[in-house]
């Protein structure tokens, strides 16, 4: 039975669109037949701004693109610029340097999991447990630079200051604790009978589709490409650390709620092994100059971001500052094939299918 | 006056103004005045004043039940919950009240003026009807009318019309998707409740509530588990309550159907479904918890109190654990398993009756054991054979593998 | 580790049929003319099975503008990078759509064409994606004065 199309906006200003999201959505009744993303209304222009900043202060303008993965934003713009610039960063500013990129691979992971629970329905629950356990990341982060979520800790050549001693002990606490929280959630959550029946087989996306559209990170994975940056491509010195790369089955939303969860459980295996391998010494080379002058030329170094594959593309005319700097990234290229992923299913799939994305508004317009 | 009379604290209040000779046994201070030929006074007289303490019983309820509400959710997700205002916070929902009330009143223009403001009067309106008629104690009720069980289903389904109401004057098109799947859903809910309630009106013998108590020997969540199971599914649904919020499902229609409402109007609608919640529980403590009924050693009114008290708790626990269902699968729900599930439990009921219709203790016994073993059997059977179709798609538990070095 | 090809390694795949579309190498990339780009994406897509496009982006060289193409293969777990002249002259500059290619190009060429302003001939969504419809101007380029 067909009835009238309805057509709604949904967003900028609702309950689950993470952000200021907008969808154009059309429907038939319940059941979804076009929607449109429609961005821009976090648009700060990070990239014109950052023409006119010098090489360490864009640092602090990589923070603000995915507000909850700000570690993994700095490594990636940091290892750009030692690209380009040519700088040998030092042992313990890398050691330190990943730490702080899996912990934050945790807590993003950890509010992805629980934003896409709250999409779901669930009233607030799994969110706060696990909003509890970023928390405790994000004290780690103030222990570490003394900021939590805009952390700016990482420079050309390492870090700007050494872990404090109280740092380690409150480290390997977390590390003990967090896999039992894990299963806390996991208990909650993964045989969950509505969760099953609401995630799986809905917004299957396919293996080629997803390399076509050129998505990247746990999505990808989701959908059963074993492609992990960390693993494919080892950036600073993940090639000195071993580590499994969950992979999903079908491509579902259900898919993509387990490779998260469990590479949460790897990246803490990850921070484990850096903890046995970090050295004393210094954390970042004496000789790196504070206003960085690169030769002309142009830098890409793409990581694995928790949202995906995330890259500076940096081209220097021999300035302080970057002559163009362009961030490819993740949360906007994932948007790519929303429209064809949710045609066909029902309304409240769509804010499922959205939560699963697992997008950051503040990367995807920058 | 007949049933009317049969009321312990109607007849209490009628008497000490009534000079009615049938009253003085009753009286206990001797200071009634109004003669016996103005009856009718003295009876409209203690009509409003119950009718006063019940409407503001009720909404004091309502207010400790949404500081409960949010006390309860804050220990289930880990934080403290309310706890500025007054001991423990319990003048929250007064000061929550208050702002509702002193908040700018929005009508938008695209709505339907009357219906609009009718839908919250129409959604508040029927809950404090049903509490009149539930017996609270052995003579604790105000009014023990005969088909009191067709009463209250009729009395609760009228806040589908209700939410409709507002969802279609509100002129938005996330409150016209909540109101048409208000619509669908509490339909489609009220017919498994309907022969749910059957099947505890085959073991009264009678459609009044206080029957039902009085014959309830053992309760009948124990002696009908699975009508109980079906009714409880089925009035969280009526509820509009997790995991059946879909009308007014926050991360997907803000606030259904009533997003374009603010002030007191929302109050009303914030009042209504919290008071359907506690009337609700009432019902289902008088059908299956065996209502006032409790070792003698404690009044029965405690006993009712402390059973309404935890069936509240079930809501609140639902609320804090379970997501949404989605649409298809909610109404699959309906007609694929509750409907045949309650349908089930009413021909075995139906059938012990006609063979044993007066039942003594040891039959009451095999009966129940006959239900459990039902119930288990035929949740098994819809469980592991219909489940995977009731809800859609194939479900199955499955896990991640892992990338290869 | 991704091995990232240099200039005359690109030219090497490059050359068997598309020789003469090559304009210019640079030291780890290679800059293709803008006729008949399709042809040679689609040769890198299927033959050479550089089927992620992980990123297209655009420089304002103030004499020209370019657009900038990473590829990169999954299979073989190597990555090049493609460059586009768009055109001598700071006006109208025009390349082809790669969306017929690779579907990931689709918002990123909308967002190109927002704040760079080149078209993208063969998008069949060519809107602003991130400014509002009656912008003016393209805010990337290098015409305004810091």
Known sequence: MSTELVTMNIGPIHPSTHGVFRMRVTFDGETIIDAEPIIGYLHRGSEKLAEERTYTQIVTLTDRMDYTASMTNNQAYILSVEKLSGITPSDRGVWLRMIAAELQRIAAHSVAIGFLINDLGAWHTPLLYLLREREKILELFEMMCGARITNSYLRPGGVFMDAPDEFWPSLNKFLDDMPNRLDDIENLLTDNEIILARTQNVAILKKEDAINASITGPMLRASGVDWDLRHRNPYDYYEKISFRRPLGTVGDNNDRYLVRLHEIRESLKIVEQCLDLIEPGPVKPEEVPFLVRPPEGESYVPIEAPKGELGFYLVSDGGISPFRCHVRAPSLINLTLLRDMVIGYKIADLFVTFGSIDVNMGEVDR | ?405 | MTKVLSGSEIEDILSSSFNNQIESLGNDYVQISNEKSLDLFNYLKIEQKYELLSSVTSVDRISHFEVVYHLTSLQKNESLVIKINCGEGRIDPKVKSVISVWRGAELQEREIYDLMGIMFEGHPNMKRLLLWENFEGHPLRKDFVS
């Open chain 2, 1 to 405: 006056m007949g049933p009317i009379r049969e009321s312990f604290i109607f007849e209490f209040l009628y008497c000490h103004l009534s000079l009615e000779a049938s009253c003085s046994s009753v009286r206990i201070l001797n200071i009634a005045f109004i003669p016996e030929n103005l009856s009718w006074i003295s009876f409209t007289l203690t009509a409003f004043f119950w009718i006063f303490v019940f409407i503001n019983a009720a909404l004091v309820g309502v207010l400790m039940l949404i500081w409960g509400e949010r006390r309860l959710i804050g220990k289930f997700q880990a934080r403290l919950g309310p706890n500025r205002w007054g001991p423990l916070g319990l003048f929250t929902p007064v000061a929550d009240a208050i702002k509702v009330m002193f908040k700018e009143d929005i009508e938008p223009t695209l709505s339907d003026k009357l219906i609009y403001v009718l839908a919250p009067i129409l959604m508040v309106v029927p809950v404090f009807m049903i509490f009149p008629v539930i017996p609270y104690g052995t003579k604790t009720f105000l009014t023990n009318i005969s088909v009191g069980v067709v009463f209250v289903l009729a009395i609760t389904s009228i806040n589908s019309l209700s939410v409709l109401m507002a969802g279609w004057a509100s002129g938005n098109r996330f409150a016209i998707i909540g109101g048409i799947r208000a619509v669908a859903m509490l339909l489609s809910y009220e017919i498994p409740m309907g022969i749910s309630a059957a099947g505890v009106v085959i073991v009264a013998g009678s459609l009044s509530l206080s029957e039902v108590v009085n014959n309830q020997v053992i309760p009948n969540a124990i002696f009908q588990p699975l009508g109980f199971i079906t009714f409880l599914i089925a009035s969280t649904a009526e509820l509009n309550r997790s995991p059946f919020d879909i009308t007014e499902a926050e991360s997907e229609l803000v606030a259904g159907y009533m997003t374009d409402y603010s002030s007191m109007k929302f109050g009303l609608f914030y009042l209504g479904e919290f008071m359907a919640t506690i009337a609700s529980s009432a019902i289902i403590v008088t059908f299956y918890f065996s209502g006032w009924r409790g070792p003698s050693f404690i009044p029965s009114e405690i006993w009712f109190l402390a059973k309404w008290i935890g069936v509240i708790a079930i809501f609140i626990w639902f609320r804090a654990t379970f997501p949404r269902l989605r649409i298809d699968q909610i109404m699959s729900l309906a007609w694929k398993g509750l409907f045949e599930l309650s349908l089930i439990n009413v021909l075995v009921l139906a059938l012990m009756i006609a063979i044993w219709p007066d039942p003594s203790g040891i039959q009451l016994l095999i009966m129940t054991l006959i239900n459990w073993v039902v119930f288990f059997l035929s949740i098994y059977i819809f469980g592991k054979i219909l489940s995977p179709n009731l809800t859609g798609n194939k479900i199955t538990k499955r896990s991640v593998v892992y990338g290869l070095d």
